[in-house]
């Protein structure tokens, strides 16, 4: 039997973008989700924004994991739901916890030994700046391992809230005089810690050694809510 040059015929591959390839439904899903930006956004947020069924959802999603469009990232605060992320973007530090966390777990030992190295530099000095801090323990050699300002100030300020240092600014008298006036510096407490490894009714709790307290809100992405770390304190 002939066959005629219709039957020889193969299909050829979409050459369209992923983007040009999606369908009404998936752009919908994936303009929300991008929206999101580092943040992304739940499953079941999404299918509530979007007032679709859970296997349509998951449907959609599959085909957009397929197009390389999203990806599914871990979520510090709940590893059971699945968070979206437009793949584009990175997930940012309230998804992943930041510095503060390795392999999705708080890392309680770098917390502690960068506040006992705070609170040695800020006792021999009396009184430092954030970046004189940073630079004090750079050149110190207390720590091998790379960190960023940002994270020494964020340790500071868990610090401040534990007692163990104030936060007070330069009158450029005194002990001050060579800090610039209304600069942001650090002093020991009374107690005078000499940067001993911290203990008391905060210390046995993850709010203690947490460097994201300050951001804890009731209701806010970092709450006692949604952090898993507490309720296992609270189960225990």
């Known amino acids: 039997m002939s066959r005629g040059p219709s039957s020889l015929k193969r299909k050829q591959p979409d050459s ?12 919908i899903l994936y303009n929300v989700i991008r929206s999101k930006q580092g943040i992304g956004i739940w499953l079941g947020d999404l299918r509530k924004e979007l007032n679709i069924p859970d ?11 397929a197009k390389k469009l999203i990806k599914l990232v871990a979520n510090v605060h709940s590893k059971i739901k699945k968070h979206y992320l437009a793949t584009e973007f990175e997930p940012s530090a309230e998804i992943t916890g930041g510095a503060w966390y390795a392999d999705g777990k708080l890392d309680t030992g770098f917390i502690n030994i960068l506040k006992s190295c705070c609170l040695k530099v800020i006792y021999n000095q009396r009184v430092v700046t954030l970046e004189g801090l940073s630079d004090a323990i750079r050149r110190s050699g207390l720590l091998t391992v790379d960190f960023t300002t940002q994270q020494i100030e964020e340790i500071a300020k868990t610090l401040v809230l534990d007692n ?24 020991c407490t009374s107690k005078g810690s000499r940067g001993d490894p911290i203990t008391g009714a ?8 947490c460097p994201r307290i300050s951001d804890c809100t009731p209701d806010g992405i970092i709450s006692p809510k949604t952090c898993r770390y507490y309720t296992e304190w609270l189960n225990f």
Do not use: H, W
Not at 18 to 27: C, D, K, N
């Open 16 to 27: 369209r973008s992923p983007l040009e390839s999606l369908t009404e439904q998936e752009r």
């Open 202 to 209: 905060m210390a046995s709790i993850p709010c203690g050694v």
């Open 164 to 187: 163990e240092i104030v936060e007070v600014e330069s009158n450029g008298v005194g002990e001050f005089d060579s800090i610039l006036v209304g600069k942001v510096c650090y002093k």
């Open 55 to 65: 296997n349509v959802a998951k449907k959609f999603l599959k085909s957009l994991e």
